[in-house]
């Protein structure tokens, strides 16, 4: 599993290097530092989620365990919170701004999905969620 970690944070790594990278100083605009910085600490932040998530992490809604350390002791999806700040970056460096329209319609896929997990804890983890859901943020 630790495999799959690993590749997957070097693949998002290399499309941040590469699309950073392909522009020039010159064309380093106001907007594109935004976005090299909304991408560069949206990785960082989801790469240390998604690690400290471990073999909790799946597509759909599982309850597996309930990971409260780390990121997870403040924020209770991350992965969400910071992959949405990585894409917000990505379409500010690519220089597409109006693409943000299209983004848009991901949050609330993304309150669905966390409801949904919410849903999937509770039923598992009872009171212990309750508590730990009243402690943290989104």
């Known amino acids: 599993m630790i495999r799959k970690h690993i590749a997957l944070t070097l693949f998002v790594g290399a499309v941040l290097f590469v699309s950073i990278w392909q522009h020039p100083p010159s064309e380093w605009t106001t907007r594109r530092i935004m976005g090299i910085c909304l991408l560069g600490v949206g990785f960082v932040l989801w790469t240390v989620a998604r690690f400290q998530l471990g073999s909790s992490f799946a597509i759909t809604a599982q309850a597996r365990q309930l990971v409260t350390h780390g990121i997870y002791s403040r924020i209770r999806n991350p992965i969400y919170v910071f992959g949405s700040c990585m894409i917000a970056g990505m379409i500010l460096v ?9 983004f848009v319609p991901v949050i609330p896929l993304q309150l669905w999905r966390a409801r949904k997990e ?7 983890f009872g009171e212990e969620y309750r508590r730990y859901r009243a402690s943290t943020w989104f």
Do not use: F, N, S, T
């Not at 919410?118 to 598992?124: D, I, W």
């Open 118 to 124: 919410a849903q999937v804890l509770e039923g598992k």
């Open 94 to 102: 690519l220089g597409r701004p109006v693409w943000l329209l299209i």
